[in-house]
């Protein structure tokens, strides 16, 4: 990426290749792929199409406008809006055919008002609330509001659903009483029950998701571990995330690097500036934490604080850097590799947020296996 001067690279065939290993775990088991956030900063239009074309039925969304998007971009599979949505945004959701998740018989209602008023049947889903205590009607109140919105004109209840809160702990018996309490509710609600009902995440896949309608596909999906489960070495990270170097400077010892000359150089070296920073959500807390580079194979440590556009790596002089060099900032260069979670615990975060911080100013880069 010559012309570039830094971005990400999105491995689309690692994407294929995770799908088939949640897949082939629970054959029987529908896909909800999560893209979300931009498909977890990978690019959402593109993951949405291919995970589409290899096998997921539904995709799951946060926003309404991050479903018209995918819409517009002339995607027809189903999808589902998991957050709240604000009244004002229900008719745009219901006029895009977006499937809505409520979490009340108020918000049913605004549903089928939206329904009536387009002239069409508005798709909703039941957020339950089965421990974890952030959206959702209570169990005990499941009945009476579905027996209510089934009532209303305009609505059809699709589904219902809800979150596990535990489900990649080693501990994850809140987690089964989660899905117990959804099995129950299928139970007791019998013929009245909506035709889907779900609840698995990708940790829960292994041990939870029997039962489910769907395995709601995310962060397993872009090749992260979701547990520590064995099960999950076999996933193949999605995003590396390259640079261009910008400056080299051979420099003396005792020289300051970087705003408020946090670092000072302890010998001879050359100090290789790299135009990506915090601006690019490459996070200021990497700073003075051991955190490293990869250029033609071996690690280099950054050094001094990391700025909104730039920072510094240092190099021992007798080592050869070139302009024309790449730099991985996530990602494998030869026998090397740093990941999202070497990162992730270097600034005391989870390699979720490592990913979905990087910006738009990043272009994305899509290959599938070996071809840009």
Known sequence: MEDLRAWIEVDLSAIIANLKLIQQMNPEIGIMAVIKANAYGLGAIPVAKTVISH???????ALVEEGIALREAGIAAPILVLGVVPNTQVPLAVRWNLSVAFTDYSGAEVLAEAGRSLGKTASGQLKVDTGMHRLGVKPDKVKEVL???RRLKGLKVDGIFTHLATADLSDDSEARKQV????????????????LVHWSNSSGLLKLAKGSSFIRAGIAL???KPSQDLYWENL???LSLKARIS????????????????????????????PVGYGDGYTRRLSHKGTEVLIRGNRYPIV???CMDQFMVEVPLDEPVSLDDEVVLIGRQGKEEIT?????????????EIITELSQRLTRVYKNGATI
């Open 147 to 149: 027996e209510k919105s």
């Open 247 to 274: 400056r080299i400077e051979e420099l003396e010892a005792g020289e300051p690097i970087g705003y408020a000359a946090s670092y000072y150089t302890q010998s001879p070296c050359q100090i290789i500036t790299i």
């Open 304 to 306: 001094g604080n990391i």
């Open 236 to 238: 193949i990270p999605a």
């Open 222 to 224: 872009y090749g992260l």
């Open 340 to 352: 999202a979670d070497e990162l992730a615990d270097k600034s005391d975060t989870i390699h979720y």
């Open 180 to 195: 117990e309490t959804m099995k129950m509710l299928r139970q007791e609600l019998g013929k009245d029950c909506p035709r």
């Open 55 to 61: 096998g997921a039925s539904w995709l799951g969304v």
